[in-house]
């Protein structure tokens, strides 16, 4: 008798734990609103066409009656992720941002004053706010060409054909994501943005101003997404990885030169790699 109730007690005491840790994580936490985007709606969607009765995905999205609404994590289809991985992925541009700025003007604005400082002749800068008094940036802003689009901008903003982007229809959007080798993810309405997500299927690295705006739930919140922060663009180890004048070939023959530049190019592609391997293990179902 004195056991059981000991062993009562553990487990109450277990479950009060377990409480005030998930209290406390939540304290630390912007999770904000707009959980149950449209967007992911549609994309769960197709992921639950490719899963039949797999178990593992309803296990990701959690046990519910609408499997769609306000999921644990976001679920993309093996599909999606494959017509993206066609594209071309030759990084040929350092720094890259298409969407709007006006949309959520106050969580990206920061994004205007990044590319004025660190954007390059490499860089592609795209407001899809289609504002003709847009003041241009530099060379590298190619907003008034018009090459792309914002949904709250579109009749019938939430409908599948605006929230879906279909890759066969917005090529150059994601090809040029695919070819970027950072991408500037701010925030929009909430904290996360859809964009967060889209840069892990493109394999880029995405720069965010703050950790808040890595996750969505509780759930992708305790994910170790690899990302730069904005306060860090100026570091040590970030320049190392981004740039070889420090290798020259008054000091190196073309050996150790080669050597060094795959050694700095391998960083990146290792952070790459990981967020991959948290793209399939996270965010979508029959990948083999």
Not at 19 to 27: D, G, P, Q
Not at 125 to 154: A, E, M
Not at 192 to 217: A, D, G, K, N, Q
Request: some cysteine.
């Amino acid at each position: 008798m004195k056991r059981v109730i000991f062993n009562r007690v553990v487990l109450i005491h277990e479950i009060f734990k377990k409480t005030f840790l998930r209290k406390k994580l939540l304290e630390q936490l912007d999770l904000g609103p707009l959980q149950d985007y449209m967007g992911l709606k549609y994309h769960i969607e197709e992921a639950l066409k490719e899963c039949n009765n797999n178990i593992i995905l309803p296990m990701k999205i959690g046990y519910k009656l609408k499997p769609t609404k306000n999921p644990k994590y976001a679920i993309f289809a093996k599909k999606y992720y494959n017509e993206i991985k066609a594209l071309n992925h030759n990084k040929i541009y350092d720094y890259c941002f298409i969407g709007s700025i006006s949309s959520s003007y106050e969580n990206r604005k920061w994004v205007i004053e990044f590319a004025k400082k660190y954007f390059t002749n490499k860089s592609i800068f795209i407001n899809t706010d289609n504002d003709k008094n847009w003041v241009l940036l530099g060379d590298f802003d190619l907003s008034h060409k018009k090459r792309g689009y914002c949904p709250k901008n579109q009749y019938n903003k939430l409908s599948r054909k605006v929230q879906y982007r279909i890759v066969n229809e917005n090529i150059y959007y994601f090809e040029t994501m695919c070819q970027s080798k950072y991408i500037l993810c701010p925030a929009g309405d909430t904290s996360w943005s859809f964009r967060f997500y889209e840069c892990l299927l493109c394999e880029s690295l995405p720069i965010v101003i703050s950790w808040h705006h890595t996750y969505r739930t509780v759930q992708e919140s305790t994910i170790k997404y690899k990302y730069i922060l904005v306060n860090n663009i100026e570091s040590e180890e970030f320049k190392s990885m981004n740039t070889d004048d420090n290798i020259t070939n008054d000091s190196k023959d073309d050996t150790q030169l080669s050597m060094e530049l795959l050694t700095l190019c391998s960083g990146y592609n290792d952070l790459i790699e990981e967020n991959v391997n948290i793209l399939k293990k996270y965010h979508m179902i029959n990948v083999n």
